[in-house]
Structures are given as C-alpha cells and as structure tokens.
C-alpha cells in the first residue's frame, strides 16, 4: 500500500475478515484467499482485546460496535462506550474515530463484536 492509501477490515457472514483496501488511484480491492483470522468476536462472556497496537504512523483509526453488548473502547486516559446493535451486526452500534491517538486501543465487552480500520502514513 502506498502513501495515503487506506486499509478496512471487513467482516464476512461467517465470522471472518477479509482485507478492503483502496489503492492510491481511489479504487477498493477485496484481498483475494481465504479469510484471516479474526479477533472480532470474543469466546468468553467478559473480554478484553487489543485491536492496535501502538503505531507512530497511524493518521486514523476507528471501530464500530457490532454487537448486542456495549463495548468500551480505551485509549490512552480515553474511554468510550459504544451502545450496542439491537439485533447483531445490523449496522446500529455506536462508532468511534480517532486523528490523533497513535497509542495502543483496548476494548472491553461482553462477548464483544466490531469492525475496525486504520489509516496509517
């Protein structure tokens, strides 16, 4: 990916993510292969995940809840609850985005469930 260019995680119907990326001419590109593996759902009724790790050249990054618990997203002395979907994965959770926060993000939920991106330099 070359300067400027964006990365999403998209999340498919069976559980897995697969790559979106928009190259440096504004055009998306699904990765081609198998889905990844995915840190999007957690297996126990409380979890914590760290979706980024700290990243200097990070210009953004970003998540949206995806399930039907609250999730609360921390960066840094930050902390944001998103509210959750009414059914799962219908598009209504709360969204955070961030320009500035190039630190490690943490989330905790309940059986959490999102879809994140970042935008790096």
């Known amino acids: 990916m070359g300067a400027g260019s964006v990365q999403l995680i998209a999340e498919t119907a069976a559980g897995g993510i697969r790559k979106v990326r928009c190259d440096d001419d504004g055009n998306l590109l699904v990765d081609s292969g198998g889905t990844e593996a995915s840190s999007s759902t957690g297996a126990t009724a409380a979890s914590s995940l760290s979706p980024f790790?700290?990243?200097p050249t990070r210009r953004q990054w970003g998540i949206q809840?995806?399930?039907v618990n609250t999730l609360t997203v921390i960066f840094g002395t930050g902390t944001v609850i998103l509210k959750a979907c009414a059914v799962q994965d219908d598009g209504t959770g709360g969204v955070?985005?961030?320009d500035y926060w190039k630190?490690?993000?943490t989330l905790t939920g309940t059986a959490p469930r999102y879809n994140s991106w970042e935008l790096s330099a």
Do not use: K
């Open 53 to 55: 790790a700290a990243a």
């Open 65 to 67: 809840n995806s399930g």
């Open 96 to 98: 955070v985005w961030d």
């Open 103 to 105: 630190g490690a993000v």
